[in-house]
C-alpha cells in the first residue's frame, strides 16, 4: 500500500465517521427519510419512462429545455449545440461530466473550461481523476497540493503555507474565470420529476455561481437521479448531504427553469439578472439495460459516498478499487453499468461494511457478486 494514501484515507475516515454517526443520532428523522426515499426511487426505476416524460413536460413549463440522450456521444453532441462558439465554461463537479468525457472534448475544442470545485480543480491541474465521489483530492496531500499550486498558480505558495492561504488563492483564480464565463454547466443531485426542478447541494459556493452567473446553464445528470417530487428531491439531497457528514449543508441550490421575474404589474418575464436559457440533459447510457437486469438496486445510490469508509479493498487499493470516477462499492457498480467494466470487482473481499452504512439499503456485496460473474463469464 501506499504510505502517503494510507495516511490520507485514514485521516479521511477519522475526521468523517464520528461526524456521520453523530448526525444520524442526533436526527433520527434522517434515517427515516432514507427509507421513505427509497421507497419513492424504486416507483421511478419502475415505471422510468412515465417519469422522464414527465420531468420532460415539467421542465418545458418552467421555460426550460429538455434533452435526452442515449449515451455520451449523444450527451456531448447536444451540450456542443448548445454552447456553439461561446468559449468560457465553469463546470461545477460531477461524475456525470467525467462520465461523458465532458472537460476532455471541450478542451479538445479549444474551451477555455475550468473546474470550480477545489477538489476537482487539484485534480484537473494534475492531469489526474478523482478517487472519491464526494472528496475527488482525497488522494492529494497538502504537500502535493501545495507543489501542485506552486507549479501552476502561485510561486509563493510553499509547503509551509496554510490551506486557508491557498483556498483564498484558489478562490482569486476562479473568481477571475466566474467574472467571464458564458456557460456553467452542473450535474445534478436530484431531479424532481413534477416541477422539472434541479436540486444541487453544496458547501463552497461554487455551484450557486456556476449556475446564476453565466448565461447559459446545462445541468447534466443520469435517469437514476429522477424522483417523483419537489418534496423527494430534498429528501434526497438532505439524506446524501447527512451521510456524506455535511448536516446541514451550506447551501442547496435549486433551478426550476431560466430567470426570471413578475416585479412589473405581476407579468411573469424571462430571464431576468440570472441565466436566459436553462438545459437538463438526462442520460441513460446504460441505465435502463440495468433497471431490468440483476443490478437494478444499484440505481438506487445516491453518491454519498459512505460505503466507501466502510471498504478494506477502497482503503488498501485507493482508486485502483474502481474506474475513476466510479472509484470504491459504489464505483465498481457504477463503472459495471455506464462502461461495462466489471474486472475490479474481483477485488471485492465481501466484508458487508459498505452494506451495513448505505442510506439506500443496497445490498452491495451482493451486487459486486454479480459482476464478478458477469467478468468471468
Ligand atoms: S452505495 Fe450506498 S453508501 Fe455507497 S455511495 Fe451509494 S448510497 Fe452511498
Known sequence: MNYEW?????????????????ILEENPYIRETAKELRNKKLDVLDNIDFYINKTEES?????????????????MEI???IIKDKKNIVLSKSNVLYEIKLR????????????????????QINNDMPSHLIAPAIHL?????SELLNKNLDKTINENTSVEDMVRAVRKFLME????????????????????????????GNIRIDTVLPEIHIAITG??????????????VIVQASYAGFYPPTYINVTSGPSATGDIELKKVSPATGPKEFHLILIDNGRKEAINSDLKESLLCIRCGRCYFSCPAYKYYG???????????????????????????????????????????????EEIERIKFMELK
Open 141 to 145: 496531500s497538502k504537500e502535493k497540493v
Open 59 to 75: 421542465v418545458k413549463k418552467t421555460g426550460g429545455n429538455f434533452h435526452f440522450a442515449k449515451d455520451s456521444n449523444e450527451a
Open 104 to 123: 476532455d472534448e471541450l478542451s479538445k475544442l479549444g474551451k477555455d473550461v475550468w473546474e470550480t470545485d477545489l477538489g476537482e480543480y487539484l485534480v
Open 6 to 22: 494510507n495516511v490520507s484515507i485514514n485521516k479521511a475516515i477519522l475526521n468523517n465517521a464520528p461526524k456521520v454517526n453523530k
Open 177 to 204: 474565470k466566474y467574472l467571464g464565463s458564458e456557460v456553467g454547466i452542473t450535474g445534478a443531485n436530484a431531479i424532481a420529476s413534477d416541477t422539472g426542478s434541479v436540486l444541487l447541494i453544496e458547501n463552497e
Open 79 to 81: 451540450v456542443k449545440n
Open 319 to 365: 482508486k485502483d478499487f474502481g474506474d475513476p470516477p466510479y472509484t470504491g462499492p459504489t464505483g465498481i457498480m457504477w463503472s459495471a453499468i455506464t462502461a461495462k467494466k466489471y474486472d475490479k470487482s474481483l477485488l471485492c473481499m465481501h466484508s458487508g461494511g459498505c452494506r451495513e452504512v448505505c442510506p439506500m439499503d443496497i445490498n452491495i456485496p
Open 223 to 236: 435517469i437514476d437521479k429522477i424522483v417523483p417530487t419537489l418534496k423527494d428531491a430534498f429528501n434526497e
